[in-house]
């Protein structure tokens, strides 16, 4: 793994690479991820990346590229500003990043990035109770992507009515303003794509029983990302342990931990796994999606 220092909207920040990825991390906001690519000829940043002028949303600056926030989603809580210089850990692997405490909710956030393999990234998120009293949150990972591409969440393999499988094995949860009879959901055997062109408004749709990864191809590229989900455990939004929204010019890829009573002095982890895989065409058909199914579950055996 190398290191070296860039600049970001005239900050500091830190370029992590391996002989086959790249990605860039703010360290003087954030914590935030603002950059993923592979180094494969003519590949770009798979992140969206908001100009240096952009406005704030309730007082935040999107910014784009990943961020950790914590759920469930409430203004302003949420929407706290991330504008703070971070402490900065060189690690034998990557970097630990860790914001100041939010002074309205007590609560900081800090990210650990760290590359597994030459093809491999671990993001643990972690939120830590600085306040004086129990919050009810969980972390929330979101990963923003630029448009124009072609997202797959897989849903469970199929089971057997006449063999016993009798009950449910996830639910999906859509969120008041998606309208799932348009184009942009793709209703699938063994997954929903998400047709992010043919996206003219806002869609979200969270996924209970997550089956541990998502992807979106772009360009002949395909971000994967990974996170377990726990069993039994209790999850924010009616039980979602993944989310995606969409408006058409971007989508958001958000796995979500455990929901906690969060108690003063105490932390909590999630941890997403990360990928870039090449050269699979967009997974549009049954045919294209098993291939990059059958990558995927190659490249998590090879990490477990």
Request: glycine share 10%; proline share 7%.
């Amino acid at each position: 793994m190398k290191r070296s220092k860039t600049s970001y909207r005239g900050g500091e920040a830190l370029v992590l690479s391996s002989p086959q990825l790249e990605l860039v991390v703010t360290a003087s906001v954030g914590p935030r991820i603002i950059s993923f690519r592979t180094k494969d000829s003519g590949a770009k940043n798979l992140f969206l990346e908001f100009p240096s002028d952009e406005t704030r949303f309730h007082g935040y600056y999107l910014r784009g590229g990943h961020r950790l926030w914590h759920s469930p989603e409430n203004i302003p809580r949420t929407y706290q500003p991330d504008d703070a210089p971070l402490a900065v850990k060189e690690l034998p692997k990557g970097v630990a990043l860790t914001q100041p405490v939010e002074a309205k909710t007590g609560l900081q956030k800090g990210m650990r990035i760290e590359f597994l393999g030459e093809r491999t990234v671990q993001v643990t998120h972690t939120l830590t109770n600085r306040g004086l009293w129990a919050v009810e949150t969980a972390p929330w990972a979101l990963t923003m992507l630029r448009g124009a591409g072609y997202a797959v969440l897989p849903f469970h393999p199929k089971g057997d009515h006449a063999g016993g499988d009798l009950l449910p094995s996830y639910a999906l949860i859509p969120w008041t303003y998606t309208d799932l009879s348009l184009p942009v959901w793709e209703m699938r055997r063994d997954y929903m794509g998400i047709d992010v062109a043919k996206a003219d408004r806002a869609h979200k749709l969270g996924i209970t029983g997550y089956p541990g990864w998502a992807a979106y191809w772009l360009d002949g590229f395909t971000f994967v990302k990974h996170a377990e989900a726990v069993a039994g455990a209790r999850y924010p939004d009616m039980g979602c342990q993944f989310e995606v929204f969409t408006n058409g010019s971007m989508i958001e890829l958000e796995t979500l931990g455990e929901l906690t009573q969060l108690e003063p002095g105490k932390s909590v982890n999630h941890v997403e796994t990360w990928t870039i895989l090449s050269g699979f065409p967009r997974p549009d058909s049954a045919e294209a999606f098993g291939a990059l199914s059958r990558a995927v579950i190659a490249w998590l055996k090879k990490i477990e």
